[in-house]
């Protein structure tokens, strides 16, 4: 019946749309629910902030159920490289969670926190991804980056603040300091790490393709690119700087042997350059850049200092297997209102919802072990990644399997300053481009 009305190329077309939907929903939801925030009953929009999950679990259930794509087909489309890693972190989760007597939602909960779009790359495993659809998503893409980027000169133009909840709370209406661009964003780190991925995109699509392209394309990549970039500035986001920097950087010393690839070492050098000119530039002229560095250095305001020292006493609780998923850091902590808040700083903003460090979190409620596991599981893509790119003579491929790669280091160094790891707008990029680069790998016949 379902063959019958739903075959199997309408259904991987459908799910290829709904994939694009998602792309665009995930770039505008953060402000698009605010916008409607005091027009419509809360049960609405939180329904509305759900759409996201709720258009991956539709395109999962076709998926599954569909006789062609699905059932019988399933297990063999769903076998890839990763899935071992990602099977030892998993079963560590839970049993972090029995032994720290973690409820299940709040640890299921914590746990989806760091892998909430691995639905999306097990679906994109379970269909064909044409390399001209990934062009137009590739385009699409482009064209959300361009549209945020201007926003964000906007923003700054017109001297526009942060979306914080609270006014009061803002402590000067000056560039650098409450004035950075956020685009659609919730905040302006979050549009710096959107950015980051849509300019290592651009970037790496002139690299590989460098041979195929005219003057005039190249020149208009590259426009492109000199705007992201300028947007990302205008975020005032170290983390975002620091993480193209160590990406690229990164690239360049492992594919050293590769003339081609020693441009990217030197693009992350000249970026080096980039941000110290830049960051003395705005300390010396932008007054509201000096006095948010005043508030870095001084510790008993420093917040991500604070929350660093709180989770230290939390961790020495139990080092080794952790507090369990869902107890410290992510989100799930404070919607079950974790005992653990307890270690929290007194000096810590009362709105904070979060600990804004991924890294944290994950090292104090999955301990020693689950720090090991998860970076085995990010060991083994960047090495199946890796050895695709080498391997593989299709641009396309070479192209994104290169992106997972760097965004990858992207992704891990953000983390380490931020909650990207969690991020919607950032987190999808890379489950995003890992599920079409696996999908390819798996049919490569070079294997």
Not at 133 to 162: E, H, R, T
Request: hydrophobic share 55%; with cysteine.
């Amino acid at each position: 019946m379902i063959a019958k009305y739903l075959p199997a190329e309408r259904a991987n077309r459908m799910l290829l749309i709904a994939t694009m939907l998602l792309i665009i929903w995930t770039a505008i939801e953060l402000q698009f629910t605010k916008i409607w925030a005091g027009f419509l009953p809360s049960i609405v929009r939180m329904g509305i902030s759900y759409t996201g999950e709720l258009l991956l679990i539709i395109m999962a259930f076709i998926v599954v159920i569909h006789p062609t794509i699905g059932r019988k087909n399933l297990l063999q489309k769903l076998k890839n490289p990763l899935n071992f890693s990602l099977l030892l972190f998993f079963s560590f989760a839970l049993f972090s969670m029995f032994i720290n007597n973690v409820p299940f939602a709040q640890g299921i909960f914590g746990l989806r926190a760091i892998f909430q779009y691995l639905i999306l790359f097990y679906i994109l495993l379970a269909i064909e991804i044409p390399t001209e659809w990934v062009k137009k998503v590739f385009y699409l893409i482009l064209g959300i980056g361009i549209v945020q980027s201007i926003i964000g000169f906007l923003q700054i133009a017109f001297l526009v603040p942060l979306p914080l909840r609270n006014i009061e709370e803002r402590r000067s209406i000056e560039i650098g300091e409450e004035v950075r661009a956020f685009g659609m964003m919730d905040s302006s780190n979050t549009l710096a790490g959107f950015l980051v991925a849509v300019l290592l995109l651009v970037l790496l699509y002139v690299f590989v393709y460098k041979g195929n392209l005219s003057t005039k394309s190249k020149m208009i990549y590259l426009i492109i690119g000199a705007v992201i970039l300028t947007a990302i500035a205008l975020t005032f986001s170290r983390q975002a700087f620091l993480a193209l920097i160590g990406c690229l950087g990164l690239i360049g010393i492992i594919f050293r042997k590769n003339k081609a690839f020693r441009i990217l070492l030197v693009s992350s050098a000249a970026l080096v350059v980039v941000f110290v000119v830049g960051y003395a530039a705005a300390l010396f002229f932008l007054d509201g850049f000096a006095q948010r560095n005043l508030y870095t250095l001084d510790l008993s305001k420093n917040y991500r200092f604070l929350i660093i020292m709180s989770g230290l006493d939390v961790f020495l609780l139990n080092p080794i297997t952790g507090v369990g998923p869902g107890m410290f850091g992510s989100n799930a902590a404070f919607v079950f209102n974790s005992p653990f808040h307890q270690f929290l700083d007194e000096g810590l903003p009362s709105t904070m919802r979060t600990v804004d460090n991924n890294a944290l979190y994950v090292i104090v409620e999955y301990g020693v072990i689950g720090v090991l596991l998860l970076g085995y599981f990010l060991f083994k893509v960047i090495k199946t990644m890796t050895v695709f790119s080498e391997q593989t003579d299709i641009l396309m491929e070479k192209w994104v399997s290169l992106f997972v790669v760097t965004f990858a280091i992207a992704f891990v160094v953000m983390g380490l300053l931020s909650t990207a790891w969690e991020n919607h707008q950032i987190a999808l990029w890379l489950w995003l481009f890992l599920g079409i680069g696996v999908n390819w790998y798996k049919k490569g016949d070079w294997q």
